[in-house]
Antibody, heavy 122, light 107 residues
Framework: EVQLVESGGGLVQPGGSLRLSCAAS????????MHWVRQVPGEGLVWVSH????????DYADSVKGRFIVSRDSAKKTLYLQMNSLRAKDTAVYYC???????????????WGQGTVVTVSS | DIQMTQSPSSVSASVGDRVTITCRAS??????LAWYQQKPGKAPKLLIY???SLQSGVPSRFSGSGSGTDFTLTISSLQPEDFATYYC?????????FGQGTRLEIK
C-alpha cells in the first residue's frame, strides 16, 4: 500500500525546535519530489516547503524561510522537516505529501500523510 | 504570489444536484491547477490535476475545466459522501498557493 506516515508533532514553547518525520512506503520514494503543507484547524491549506527527488534542491514559503529545513533520507525512505525558532503562528497540522510527477515537479499532491499536530505555546 | 479566489465560499445542495465551484487565479497559470476534497479531520484528497485530468480512483461525476485564470470543478450528481470542503491549488509557480476553500453542505 502506498502510504505516508508523519510523526514528531507536539507541544513546544515559542523559540523552540521540533523535527517532523514522514515515513514513506509502497512506492519508489527516491523518485519523487516531496512537499510539506500545513493547515491551521478551521482554516485553509498553506504550502510550506518542497524537496526534489535526490535532496539537492529545496524551497520554502517566505513565512518559514531561514527557520525550517527540509531534508530526506532515501535509505530510510523518510522525509524530514526541522523547525527552528518556532512561533505561535506556526501552530498547525502539518502534512507531508507526494508530488504526482514521477521524477519531476508537477506540483499536485496525490498522496498525503495523516497529519501531525504542532502546537507552539508557553 | 499568485492569489487563488474560489466562489462561492459555501454552497448548500441536495443529493442528486449538479454543483459547480469556480476558482480564479490572479494571473495566468495555463492548466497548472489541481482540485482537492477534504473532510473534517482528514487529509486532503486529490480529485483533479492539470485542470481537467481525473485522478485515478476518483468517480467520473467529478470533472474540471478551464485554463489561464478561470477554472471550474463540477460534480454532476451529488452523492452523500461528496459533502466536504473543496480547494483549488495553482501548480504553476512557487510559492504554491491554494484557494480559501468552498464548503459544500447538505440542503
Amino acid at each position: 500500500e502506498v502510504q505516508l506516515v508523519e510523526s514528531g508533532g507536539g507541544l513546544v514553547q515559542p523559540g523552540g525546535s521540533l523535527r517532523l518525520s514522514c515515513a514513506a512506503s509502497g512506492f519508489a520514494f527516491s523518485s519523487y519530489w516531496m512537499h510539506w503543507v500545513r493547515q491551521v484547524p478551521g482554516e485553509g491549506l498553506v504550502w510550506v516547503s518542497h524537496i526534489n527527488s535526490d535532496g539537492s534542491y529545496t524551497d520554502y514559503a517566505d513565512s518559514v524561510k531561514g527557520r525550517f529545513i527540509v531534508s530526506r533520507d532515501s535509505a530510510k525512505k523518510t522525509l524530514y522537516l526541522q523547525m527552528n525558532s518556532l512561533r505561535a503562528k506556526d501552530t498547525a497540522v502539518y502534512y507531508c505529501a507526494r508530488d504526482i510527477g514521477f521524477g519531476s515537479a508537477d506540483n499536485a499532491f496525490d498522496i498525503w500523510g495523516q497529519g501531525t499536530v504542532v502546537t507552539v505555546s508557553s | 504570489d499568485i492569489q487563488m479566489t474560489q466562489s462561492p465560499s459555501s454552497v448548500s445542495a441536495s443529493v442528486g444536484d449538479r454543483v459547480t465551484i469556480t476558482c480564479r487565479a490572479s494571473e495566468g497559470i495555463s492548466s497548472w491547477l489541481a482540485w482537492y476534497q477534504q473532510k473534517p479531520g482528514k487529509a486532503p484528497k486529490l480529485l483533479i490535476y492539470a485542470a481537467s485530468s481525473l485522478q485515478s480512483g476518483v468517480p467520473s461525476r467529478f470533472s474540471g475545466s478551464g485554463s489561464g485564470t478561470d477554472f471550474t470543478l463540477t460534480i454532476s450528481s451529488l452523492q452523500p459522501e461528496d459533502f466536504a470542503t473543496y480547494y483549488c491549488q495553482q501548480a504553476n509557480s512557487f510559492p504554491i498557493t491554494f484557494g480559501q476553500g468552498t464548503r459544500l453542505e447538505i440542503k
